[in-house]
């Protein structure tokens, strides 16, 4: 009976639930970004436990950039909480022909770059087959990220 009437609660208040945007596993924690609304959360933390958990749009505190060139692609972005940067990034490459015995296979990473006062203070990497951050149509209404933080740069 007590689900039934959050259940009833939830769907009355016409809120839609969160739809996932980005989420992976960093050994036994978990990185997530969700959208509700025009609201992005960056969430970092065992699952159902945030230890961090930030939130931005149009307005502010997250700013996305994109970075497409030949047969592959950046994209990050940029959440902001007073000195501390949480840049969630993704880079994928497209399988090479290198010559008629050698391929290079496809090649995709993902985590967040923690960074303070613009110096990086840790790399948390997705576990390897987990994340991978495609583009939505929120995105485009984001501030631009001048900054363009990757793991090359920091």
Known sequence: ????????????????????????????????????????????????????SLKG?????????????????????????????????NRWQAPQQLSSERIEPEYNVSGVLVMRDGKLVRRIDCNKGSGNLTEWPIFKQLKQDEENVTPDDA
Not at 22 to 34: E, H, L, Y
Not at 60 to 85: A, I, K, P
Request: proline share 7%.
């Open 57 to 89: 749009g149009p307005q502010g505190g997250v700013f996305y950039h994109r970075t497409m060139y030949n047969r592959g692609e950046d994209q990050t972005l940029r959440f902001v909480s007073g000195q501390w940067n949480y840049v969630l990034f």
């Open 1 to 52: 009976m007590t689900i039934g009437l959050i259940l009833g609660a939830i769907m009355a208040s016409g809120t839609p639930a969160p739809q996932t945007v980005f989420t992976c596993r960093a050994d036994a924690k978990r990185i997530a970004v969700t959208l509700s609304g025009d609201r992005l959360t960056y969430s970092f933390g065992p699952p159902g436990r945030p230890e961090i």
